[in-house]
């Protein structure tokens, strides 16, 4: 048990690193440093998955932060604009996340929705592949098995 909490406390660690770094770089682009910008960028660090604004709006009210759509749908834009995060449009629901290693593609359950990204390189140069023959976005619908 102490094992699991010493890798939960280096996983947050690193999320929250992570967030701190991001905000700083987007301080020095003359943005704000706001409480709902360090929590949205926490948020989408620890998320496995693209979230969509009202998948982040639960997420943070989790954590006791209960900010109205319009200001989230703000903070999507400027980190979209400032190359922060990606965009992906998942079963018709605009979505965003950050990714380390940039653009990828994403396999999306149709019974769960659960999403997974693609982590394979030579997967992914498959992938793009099988997009650009069948100019379709960047997500392909599969069934868990």
């Given at each position: 048990m102490p094992?699991?909490?010493?890798?939960l406390s280096c996983v947050i660690s690193k999320i929250m690193t992570?967030?701190?770094?991001?905000l700083n770089n987007l301080v020095k682009k003359g943005l704000?440093?706001?409480?709902?910008?360090?929590?949205?960028l926490e948020v989408l660090?620890?998320?496995?998955?693209?979230?969509?604004?009202?998948e982040m709006k639960c997420a943070l009210s989790k954590q006791g932060i209960r900010p109205n759509k319009t200001s989230l749908y703000r903070?999507?834009?400027?980190l979209l604009r400032t190359s922060v995060a990606e965009e992906t449009t998942i079963?018709?629901?605009r979505k965003i996340y950050i990714s380390e290693?940039?653009?990828?593609?994403?396999?999306?359950?149709?019974?769960?929705?659960?999403?997974?990204c693609v982590s394979s390189p030579e997967l992914e140069s498959r992938l793009a592949q099988v997009q650009q023959i069948l100019q379709k976005n960047q997500n392909f619908i599969c069934f868990c098995l």
């Open positions: 094992y699991l909490k010493k890798q992570l967030a701190e770094t991001t704000r440093r706001t409480r709902l910008r360090r929590a949205v660090f620890e998320s496995r998955s693209p979230l969509s604004v009202t903070e999507m834009e400027i079963s018709g629901t290693s940039g653009h990828h593609h994403h396999f999306v359950c149709t019974a769960c929705k659960e999403t997974l």
